[in-house]
């Protein structure tokens, strides 16, 4: 497939959203430009090319032109001679579009593994390039050193849609419909502009360089370039507009004359050199076995499920939507179905026994991202029922659809850098990769990657960061971590992966038929009572799927209840507020041991709690009896036990 030589605004050929044939980049003849030499390349189907320096700088930073690579080329001319590369790609009638920018992320991977270009490239954009150039820069932000942008567009519906103060162009207004797959009506409604979502870019403190002809009636200022610059600054980012005043003024003032090239060079130059070392995130995963399966659906059977099961940091958005985005981007033919089983607070040990309800009765699930690893440290989950948790996510999981593939995450916190600072590796990073290791599952250390960015001062913990649930730095970190895996993972796939094996169990009591177990199912005295919708009368807060839903409850100490069960664990989840008291239980007749319901967040938050209370039994029929203690926590307000389910693993 071959590019046409484009125009300014032209009617060119127009590439087919849905061809998407990944190949590596072809490297082709060697040329001169401006005196230096050039490499043509393809880049799945495109034309592209870079120009390299006399001498490289160190570090090797580049500049990426978005379009029109034939316009006002002084910039390039004089960072070619301080010893950047130049390069491009030409996808100039797909207006930023995804396929677009699967181009881009195809190329630019091609320039850093291959031509080992820096990692953050500055993105030099003219006009429609600011579509290109934003829309990377917002998908990719930790990879950007800069954005220079002359009369660019920042909104379609200004330019080519017409809709406002521009002239438009109607020609080209077709085409980007065509290529974004647009009504009209949804083309009006496009909410991902440049000018839109730039709080990622912004939390990277990207600076932008808008140099604006003021009489441009193709690209208005005052419909792009302008409310740009106020909504980057509102979210903290830096930018710079330059009106341009000089003459002469063509093209309805869309042409501007560049007579300042010294100073955008030195814009371009001092935001990219010298070229800060980036710890790459390929140190901090393991890729083991892949994402074979689900690539095979993805791309043969076009029809995938992907799940989330997590705490809150799994729940609150951020990084699992820009995941989304990510995958239907990437495998454009392929429908997907997402599931979003993340709830604060909740663990490894919550996720074994609320599986198969919040997540596997949802139907078949093609790739399992798991999240567990901060709030088993927050929950004091010790070590042995982590492991057995964990394995028995995967082992239940995957009796479900034996060919299911999952992705093992552990997510950042203070104490797990202060372990590391220590010498030593949190245990729950330990535990997580004994599991994703013995099963073949690709890991993601993040709390390594964010520890060791951060003594690379890549960025600041309070600044950035800010807090275990990552503010929007650090849910776009997180993202970055991500997709460097997924992408790795989708090169060099066989046509017919080998299906997978799973191994026997690391530890025989592993939760693997984990399940939840109604609380009808037990016998209690009339001190207990079931509240078919309970909701707090202390107005304290709630976690989704833990209100509003029958619920055992007994604040009276001395109520009794007993419960038959099959297995070899047993467990209950409860709600823990304000008034939470102590329980005395025992199994079988065994003695008896107490356990204190109150946590430290119960002051301020009825918070979904679990309890295992007997693992490792032997396999059969058991009698548990719990009572509610006269004893409580100090900073209790009375002796509450509020039962959810109860938790077996049979």
């Not at 001092?270 to 076995?289: E, F, G, Q």
Request: glycine fraction near 8%; charged fraction near 20%.
């Amino acid at each position: 497939m071959t590019i046409s030589k484009f125009k300014l605004f032209g009617n060119q050929y127009i590439i087919p959203f849905m061809l998407v044939v990944f190949f590596a980049a072809q490297a082709n003849a060697q040329s001169l430009w401006k005196g230096f030499n050039k490499t043509d390349l393809n880049i799945i189907g495109h034309k592209a090319y870079y120009v390299k320096p006399k001498v490289a700088l160190p570090g090797r930073p580049w500049v990426w032109r978005a379009s029109f690579p034939d316009w006002h080329t002084g910039i390039d001319s004089l960072l070619l001679s301080r010893g950047f590369h130049v390069a491009y790609v030409s996808v100039d009638d797909q207006y930023g579009s995804p396929y677009a920018m699967q181009v881009w992320d195809r190329f630019y991977n091609y320039l850093t593994d291959t031509v080992q270009l820096a990692p953050r490239a500055a993105l030099e954009a003219v006009s429609r390039g600011g579509l290109y150039a934003l829309g990377w820069a917002k998908r990719n932000p930790d990879k950007v050193s800069c954005i220079y942008a002359e009369t660019p567009v920042y909104d379609i519906k200004s330019w080519p849609g017409g809709k406002g103060k521009s002239l438009g162009d109607t020609t080209a207004w077709k085409q980007l419909r065509q290529v974004y797959h647009f009504t009209e009506a949804e083309a009006l409604a496009y909410n991902d502009n440049p000018l839109n979502n730039l709080e990622g870019l912004a939390s990277f403190k990207v600076p932008v360089l808008n140099m604006i002809g003021l009489e441009d009636k193709l690209v208005p200022p005052a419909e792009n370039s302008l409310p740009f610059a106020q909504k980057y600054i509102a979210v903290g980012g830096p930018v710079t507009t330059y009106p341009v005043t000089e003459g002469p003024q063509q093209l309805n003032g869309h042409h501007v004359p560049d007579r300042h090239n010294d100073e955008w060079a030195d814009f371009i130059y001092y935001n990219s050199y010298p070229v800060k070392k980036i710890l790459p995130y390929a140190d901090y995963y393991k890729k083991r076995n892949g994402l074979k399966i689900f690539y095979h659906s993805a791309t043969i059977n076009k029809k995938a499920t992907v799940a989330f099961l997590g705490g809150s940091i799994t729940f609150n958005p951020g990084w699992r939507d820009r995941v989304y985005l990510y995958l239907k981007e990437r495998f454009p033919q392929t429908k997907f179905r997402f599931i979003m089983a993340g709830i604060p607070s909740l663990g490894s040990l919550p996720h074994a026994f609320r599986l198969q309800r919040d997540l596997l009765d949802s139907g078949k699930v093609d790739l399992l991202f798991v999240e567990a690893a901060v709030n088993d440290r927050v929950n004091k989950t010790d070590s042995m029922t982590q492991v057995r948790a964990l394995e028995g996510i995967i082992r239940h999981a995957r009796k479900t659809n034996p060919q299911m593939d999952v992705v093992i995450m552990e997510f950042a916190d203070p104490d797990k850098t202060n372990d590391y600072n220590a010498g030593k590796q949190p245990v729950e990073i330990t535990n997580h990769e004994r599991v994703a290791s013995h099963y073949g599952l690709p890991s993601i250390n993040i709390a390594k990657g964010v520890k060791e960015k951060l003594a690379n001062k890549e960025f600041n913990w309070n600044d950035d960061f800010k807090d275990l649930h990552p503010a929007i730095f650090g849910q776009e970190l997180y993202f970055a971590f991500i997709k460097s895996l997924l992408t790795d993972c989708f090169v060099n796939v066989s046509a017919k992966p080998k299906k997978y094996n799973s191994p026997g169990p690391l530890n025989e009591y592993a939760f693997e038929h984990g399940q939840y177990f109604s609380i009808t199912n037990a016998r209690h005295d009339d001190k207990w009572k079931i509240d078919p919708n309970w909701q707090p009368a202390d107005g304290l807060g709630t976690r989704p799927g833990f209100v509003n839903v029958p619920m055992l409850v007994a604040t009276t100490p001395g109520a009794t209840l007993n419960l038959l069960f099959k297995g070899n664990a047993i467990g209950i989840a409860i709600v823990s507020g304000g008034d939470a008291g102590i329980i005395t239980y025992s199994i079988d007749g065994a003695p008896v041991k107490q356990a204190d319901l109150y946590t430290e967040w119960s002051g301020f938050l009825h918070l979904p709690w679990y309890v295992l209370l007997g693992s490792g039994l032997k396999n059969g029929d058991h009698t548990l009896q719990i009572k509610v203690s006269a004893d409580k926590n100090a900073k209790s307000k009375g002796n509450a036990c509020r039962i959810v389910n109860f938790l077996t693993n049979k």
